[in-house]
């Protein structure tokens, strides 16, 4: 069987570098193999062309805003929770065009987050969720393109980006 792919989110250099320092900070080190990311579709064919295909044409995508606008407080982790218009009809849009691919978890309603923190005590989440919390004001980010990963059982590599159109 071929290795699955991965769709992220790319975010503008600026968030993607907070994104990282956070997990770099929070994330268990034997446990962070991949990058702060915001998944799109978690399992994609790798042997089905009309993926890449309608990702070819994704150069007509103006790069867009996202809001991020709380912290979600998950058994053993957390994240940024975001919001976007122009996300969800990204992701809806594919959706329709992937329908016969996509597994259970990829064909529901899209909920943008940014895992910061996973696979800790619910002690050690919990303070650092009021930590972050305590000062915690919603902010924009960017959204400049797509990247398409091959997932092997660790980290990922990196298949291909495809750049929006400039706003």
Do not use: C
Request: aromatic share 12%.
């Amino acid at each position: 069987m071929t290795s699955a792919l991965i769709l992220t989110l790319q975010l503008d250099p600026v968030a993607t570098g907070l994104f990282n320092r956070l997990r770099r900070l929070y994330y268990p080190a034997y446990a962070n193999v991949v990058d702060a990311h915001l998944t799109l579709f978690h399992r994609l064919p790798a042997d089905e062309p009309r993926i890449v295909a309608a990702l070819d044409k994704i150069y007509a995508q103006p790069a867009f805003t996202l809001r991020v606008n709380g912290l979600q407080r998950y058994p053993h982790g957390i994240a940024y929770t975001l919001r976007s218009e122009p996300l969800q009809v990204l992701h809806q849009s594919l959706q329709q065009e992937w329908a016969p691919w996509l597994i259970w978890r990829d064909q529901q309603l899209l909920q943008p987050h940014i895992t910061i923190m996973n696979k800790v005590t619910d002690w050690k989440a919990q303070g650092v969720y009021e930590k972050l919390m305590a000062d915690f004001q919603p902010f924009d980010i960017q959204a400049i393109g797509l990247q398409l990963w091959r997932y092997e059982k660790g980290p990922w590599g990196l298949v291909e980006t495809y750049a929006f159109a400039p706003e």
